[in-house]
């Protein structure tokens, strides 16, 4: 028997049965751990020892008759019964004679008080008085309604959203994973989900918030279930063999194209799978897909270990708080090491239980088939803890998995629905594209009316291609949501901030995360930038490493900021073009360096919000270098072609050579043919000379830039 097994039985938490076996001196690892006869018989004993507290009261509420003499049943019981009837009597008629003692003595109070001239207007005053009698309890009711709204009342959308430091509409994700659709910055939250999201992100809540839920509108759901890992280590083979359905012979090259959402039926419960593709070229859809996941399962071939794209689902999952169970694929290959890929996890933050961890590891071979009933069954036991829920009664709310066009029936997407019914004939929008819902299938693409949530649909017929991760609502419901974003920009006075931050924040809650990615050309200068940044130490903000890696900076690293709120710090790396292009549009910090304290010292000032103006660079062109010319006086001169953006006389120029920064100078001389020129735009040949460098290749690549100050 397990502990989750053992706790289910005694209607306890796992938490509650781990600390009973602590105290009895066992030493165990987590809710799966296996107990022994001994260890069963032991918490038993416990726990019956614990039970007679509770029922005891019972006996005594039994008889429901002798209630009307109850406090004389206690001294019945212990005195003999002839005495008994005397002490009663004595005792009711002193009770009467002190009852018809304190009226005497009152009523003569009340006269004296009012008996001075005019007594025939005794009788009259207590009538007209009596009103204000009655009025007087109204006032103490009062101020305790101005008390009770310190539970479940105060935490508004707003107020929440505030309090995670998140934006409305991510707040507004996040609550519908729990079956919650607001309309207003101004709904209040159920307290239950107040509680989840403050655990989640670490803070302190109140401890007058009602946790309770309203059971007849929130039903349990089925867990969204993503698939993550590096390329060809069997993601695709393991939902084949979970839906038992062959779709990896179809793929090209047997790597997955496009995301796709399944329902499966286990042990009479649903799970539904979304399939993530692994080639980084569809690393914008996973990140999109961890936005919806409950758990995230990270599929490792246990004879590779971990690869590039394991570290960034890795990355995407703890962005999203999402939970990771680790299957171990591949185990009948001669060359699988449990421990090795086990020890690799666990430098990434992923320790197994038997190491003291907390992640799940299940070993699987998804091409025999073998260690499928395992997994799933670990799938639905860390649903149950997680305790999912829906509220099919509310409205729509859906979230777009992926999207495209065919000949037959134009453009469709596959959706999941997250809370309400979605009906044919409802018109939805994304908050771009408006549409009425014409034809409406599901996962086995069998027409169907309508769908209740939780579960994965196909629309056809739309109007346009909806973009993956979109949010869809009905349309009235999407333009209160937009109203929610203009009225945070500008809200009402609910509470101060100084108010909501002293009730509901420690000290130690008050600590700012201060989110970065590392990129730099190799892992012993990777290691050094690390060291560097975690021993920078500033008051009530932590710096904390999302990703870090080698290489130039990729548009995965954007999407990674972007979904972690975090800057991009490049050492002796530089960007990619379409990296750079996309973190203008996304607003994303980045900027490289060459000398270690420079980028130290920027750090400390951003980190303490007193950054200063600064030199920012602005990539102006990227050119390659075709042919190299040697020329009397004027020294080696660089034959190249534009590729991106232009190239300007002023500008200054970094030579790269291998993905790495070799040089950084400024060009001497711009000639296009025999003349002197200032600029060259792209698509043109030119000659350029370098200051104080002449060792110029063929294939070297100039990234020409220039340095403008901003606040």
């Known amino acids: 028997m397990r ?15 781990i ?29 019956l020892k614990e039970s007679p507290e509770s029922t005891p009261p019972a006996p005594v509420y039994v008889p429901p008759k002798p209630v009307k003499s109850a406090p004389i049943i206690p001294e019945v019981v212990h005195l003999p019964k002839e005495p008994a009837k005397e002490v009663i009597k004595e005792e009711k008629v002193s009770k009467i004679e002190k009852q018809i003692e304190k009226p005497i003595e009152k009523k003569p109070d009340k006269i004296a008080a009012k008996s001075y001239k005019k007594e025939p207007y005794r009788r009259q005053e207590p009538s007209k008085k009596a009103p204000p009698v009655a009025v007087k309890p109204k006032k103490p009711v009062q101020e305790e309604v101005v008390e009770v709204p310190k539970g479940p009342q105060p935490y508004t959308l707003y107020r929440l959203s505030k309090m ?42 109140d401890p007058a918030l009602d946790t309770t839920l309203d059971n007849k509108v929130y039903t349990p759901r089925a867990p969204v279930i993503t698939v993550m890992g590096h390329v060809d280590h069997g ?91 680790v299957a171990l694929n591949k185990i009948d290959r001669p060359g699988a090491n449990f421990d090795l890929v086990k020890s690799q996890l666990t430098e990434k933050g992923l320790a197994p239980e038997e190491w003291g961890g ?21 799938v639905l036991l860390k649903a149950d803890l997680m305790e999912l829920i829906t509220n099919q009664k509310t409205q729509f709310a859906a979230t777009v998995i992926e999207s495209n066009i065919t000949k ?73 949501s937009q109203q929610n974003q203009i009225d945070a920009e500008a809200p009402k006075a609910e509470v101060s901030q100084e108010e909501w931050e002293d009730t509901f924040f420690t000290e130690a809650s ?124 004027a020294g080696t001169i660089a034959g190249c072609i534009v590729r991106n953006g232009t190239v300007n006389r002023n500008g200054n120029v970094r030579i790269i050579r291998d993905r790495s920064i070799i040089f950084d100078t400024k060009i001497a001389s711009l000639r296009r043919f025999k003349e002197d020129v200032k600029e060259v735009k792209e698509g043109f040949e030119c000659g350029i000379g370098l200051e104080n460098f002449n060792d110029i290749k063929v294939g070297d690549e100039l990234e020409i830039y220039r340095l403008k100050e901003v606040k």
């Open 408 to 480: 037959s029936f134009g453009a469709q997407a596959t959706i999941v629905i997250q809370t309400g019914t979605l009906k044919v004939g409802d018109v939805i929008s994304d908050g771009v594209t408006e549409f009425k819902v014409k034809a409406l299938y599901d996962d086995a693409l069998k027409p169907i009316k309508s769908q209740a949530a939780l579960a994965p649909v196909h629309i056809q017929g739309l109007p346009a291609i909806l973009k993956p991760g979109s949010l869809l609502k009905l349309r009235k419901d999407y333009e209160l």
């Open 164 to 205: 995670l430091q998140l934006s409305i509409l991510e707040t507004e994700i996040k609550l519908i994973k729990m079956g919650i659709l607001t309309r207003s910055i101004k709904d209040v939250i159920p307290g239950f989900a107040v509680k989840k999201l403050i655990d989640l992100f670490g803070l302190k809540q």
């Open 19 to 47: 600390q009973i076996l602590e105290d009895l001196g066992y030493s165990v690892k987590g809710y799966l751990s296996q107990l022994t006869d001994e260890q069963v018989r032991a918490v038993t004993a416990i726990l």
């Open 358 to 378: 907390d992640t799940i590891y299940v070993p699987i071979s998804a091409k025999n088939k073998t260690g499928i009933d395992d997994l799933l069954e670990m």
């Open 3 to 17: 502990v989750y097994e053992l706790a289910k039985e005694w209607n306890k938490t796992s938490q509650d049965l």
């Open 235 to 325: 993601k695709t083979t393991l939902l084949d063999a979970i839906r038992k359905a062959h779709i990896a012979d179809k793929e090209l090259g047997g790597i997955t194209q496009a995301i796709g959402a399944y329902s499966v039926e286990v042990q009479g419960r649903k799970i539904v799978f979304i399939d993530t593709p692994g080639h980084e070229a569809f690393t914008a859809m996973r990140a999109k897909g961890s936005e919806i996941t409950d758990i995230v399962i990270l599929v490792v071939a246990a004879d590779e270990g971990v690869k590039e794209q394991t570290i960034e689902a890795i990355n995407h999952a703890k962005a999203a708080k999402v939970p990771i169970i």
């Open 510 to 633: 008050k600590a700012t995360n201060f989110n970065v990615i590392i990129k730099a050309d190799g892992e012993g200068t990777l290691d050094a930038v690390a060291v560097a940044l975690s021993k920078i130490t500033i008051p009530d903000i932590s710096l904390k490493i999302i990703h870090k890696g080698v290489g130039i900076v990729t548009d995965n690293d954007i999407l990674l900021a972007g979904v972690s709120h975090a800057r991009i710090l490049g050492f002796n790396v530089t960007v990619a073009a379409s990296a750079r292009k996309e973190a203008l549009v996304k607003d994303i910090y980045i900027k490289t360096y060459r000398i270690i304290f420079d980028l130290i010292d920027d750090v400390t000032r951003m980190m303490k919000g007193t950054l200063e103006p600064e030199q920012v660079e602005e990539v102006m062109g990227l050119v390659e270098v075709k042919a190299i010319f040697k020329v009397p006086r």
